[in-house]
């Protein structure tokens, strides 16, 4: 089966870090844009981080852009995101996410990336 599985959240205080980690099954998944998404109570599922499959290209949303690091190891087939510097408004349900294409194309809409985690809880408290 096809499966992502996220694990890292958890509670933090403000300034905190924490470190998501997102492991696929299928061996052909990194060889695919996959990325980060996050969905906090009463908003949109909004794209967080991006990456494509030879790691060289990466987008951010602005909101964590020098905050957050996504990274992949293809030989584990695993995906990682470094969450530093963490505020409150960074609380929501993270989810890790893969498209069909190797390239992630400019294309950030949750609809675009085909296969989901179940998500993992970030909480930052001032």
């Known amino acids: 089966q096809v499966q992502l599985v996220e694990s890292g959240g958890g509670s933090v205080q403000a300034g905190g870090s924490l470190r998501l980690s997102c492991a696929a099954s299928?061996?052909?998944?990194?060889?695919?844009?996959m990325g980060w998404f996050r969905q906090a109570p009463g908003k949109e599922r909004e794209a967080v981080a991006t990456?494509?499959?030879?790691?060289?290209?990466?987008s951010y949303a602005e909101s964590v852009k020098g905050r957050f690091t996504i990274s992949r190891d293809n030989a584990k087939n695993a995906l990682n995101l470094q969450m530093d510097s963490l505020k409150p408004e960074d609380t929501a349900m993270y989810y890790c996410a893969a498209k069909s294409f190797k390239l992630c194309g400019g294309d950030y809409r949750s609809t675009a990336f085909t296969y989901w985690g179940q998500g993992t809880q970030v909480t930052v408290s001032s």
């Open positions: 990456i494509d499959s030879g790691g060289a290209t990466t």
């Open positions: 299928g061996y052909i998944y990194n060889w695919v844009c």
